[in-house]
């Protein structure tokens, strides 16, 4: 019997949160073979935009972030090793609906404002072309309460309940303990760019939550060269020893550490064990079916 490669599939809301949330973990598995594909929602229009010299390609000025943003994101694909990327959609479709409570949420295209059902089947659809075995989306919070974030999660749930092909679904977390020991690394360095947050100000999970480990250390340098290619909306500084922090548009310090955290949400309980280190750990190999993407 022929083989597939593993098949890994990202939703995200917006360009950079891939390379935020994820990086490390889709450079892993595409340096060992795996298909990588990542679905972005929207442009990320609303974004905040750090240089001073860009600040015109906003969204109350020439509203051109998000086609700035597109080639930001095609960069940080390329230093992960993202084999397939797609936009919900075709690229524009659906609009960055900006953070809770702003005037943003009220655009006609705000992905917030799209039909569900409509936003489901487009990603249903790429689920039944590509056939993950393991889908990855924020959890039902989206991770820090962002609108889009949250309406990824809830297509990503109700597309995945509908292919039978994807064994797991894997909410992507930040571990309370690793950022913890990252801030305390970052508090002992006098020339640290950022401010420290405050108690509270990073969105994290309590580590009992955590179903799986993935280690990324040795897959760092090309989390931090996708991080560095969108400009516009994250600043990362390198100090010695290998300690490294980022941090957006607001300049709080969030330590890069060397492993990303995930709550399995959905999966056969009995492999539970296996994938506490692999999101794709005793699952299967995945039967050949015509050619390979």
């Not at 820090?144 to 309940?161: C, F, L, Q, S």
């Not at 950022?194 to 990324?216: N, Q």
Request: aromatic content about 6%; overall charge negative; some cysteine.
């Amino acid at each position: 019997m022929l083989t597939a490669p593993p098949r890994l599939l990202l939703v995200h809301a917006h360009p950079d949160d891939e390379s935020l949330w994820t990086g490390g973990t889709i450079a892993r598995y595409a340096a060992a073979g795996v298909q990588v594909t990542l679905v972005t929602c929207t442009l990320g229009e609303e974004g905040e935009i750090i240089p001073e010299s860009l600040a015109q390609l906003g969204a109350a000025a020439a509203d051109q972030l998000g086609g700035y943003r597109v080639a930001e994101l095609r960069a940080a694909c390329a230093a992960l090793g993202v084999s397939d990327h797609r936009y919900l959609g075709g690229m524009g479709r659906w609009r960055d609906s900006g953070m809770a409570g702003v005037p943003a949420n009220d655009h006609p295209r705000a992905f917030v404002n799209g039909d569900p059902a409509e936003q489901t089947e487009a990603l249903a659809a790429i689920l039944r072309d590509v056939r993950p075995q393991v889908v990855v989306t924020y959890g039902p919070d989206g991770g820090y309460g962002h609108p889009d974030h949250i309406r990824a999660h809830e297509i990503t749930v109700a597309a995945a309940a509908g292919v039978p092909e994807v064994a797991r679904l894997y909410y992507a977390v930040v571990s309370r303990r690793a950022v913890e020991e990252g801030l305390a690394a970052l508090a002992d360095v006098a020339d640290l760019p950022f401010r420290l947050p405050e108690p509270g100000e990073l969105s994290v999970v309590d580590d009992a939550e955590i179903t799986t480990t993935v280690a990324i250390a040795d897959h760092l340098p090309a989390k931090l060269r996708a991080l560095r290619a969108h400009a516009t909306q994250v600043s990362v500084w390198q100090g010695q020893d290998g300690l490294h922090s980022y941090a957006l548009s607001n300049g709080v310090a969030h330590p890069v550490i060397d492993h990303e955290s995930y709550i399995l949400a959905n999966g056969t309980s009995d492999s539970v064990t296996a994938a506490t280190a692999d999101v794709f750990g005793g699952l299967a190999p995945v039967e050949h079916v015509g050619a390979d993407r």
